[in-house]
C-alpha cells in the first residue's frame, strides 16, 4: 500500500512542476508575441482548444468513476468556453481590417 502511495505522490508531483513550468513558458511566449500577430496565434489556440475538447470528452466517457465524468465535463465546459471566446476575439480583430 506505501508504494502504490508513494508513486500516486510522484505522479502527482511531477506532473505539477510540468504543469506550472509550462504556464510559465507559455507566458513568456504570448508575452513576446507583438500585436499585428495576435490573430494567427489566437486562430492556432483555437485549434489546440478543439482538440483538448476531444480528449476531455474521451475521459468523460471512459467511466472510471464519477470524479472522471465531473472533471471531463468540466474540461469540456471551459475548452468551449476558450474557442468559443477566441473566435469572437478573431473576428472582431479581422473586422478591424475590413473596408467599410
Known amino acids: 500500500m506505501f508504494l502504490a502511495e508513494a508513486s500516486v505522490i510522484e505522479l502527482f508531483t511531477n506532473n505539477f512542476v510540468v504543469f506550472i513550468l509550462a504556464m510559465f513558458i507559455g507566458f513568456e511566449v504570448i508575452a513576446k508575441v507583438p500585436p499585428i500577430l495576435h490573430t494567427p496565434l489566437m486562430s492556432g489556440s483555437n485549434a489546440i482548444s478543439g482538440i483538448t475538447i ?3 470528452m474521451v475521459i468523460a466517457g471512459l467511466g472510471r468513476g464519477w470524479w472522471s465524468e465531473v472533471l471531463g465535463f468540466l474540461a469540456v465546459a ?3 468556453v476558450n474557442v468559443v471566446g477566441g473566435y469572437r476575439v478573431t473576428d472582431r480583430m479581422l473586422a478591424m481590417f475590413q473596408k467599410k
Do not use: P, T, Y
Open 54 to 56: 476531444v480528449g476531455a
Open 78 to 80: 471551459f475548452a468551449m
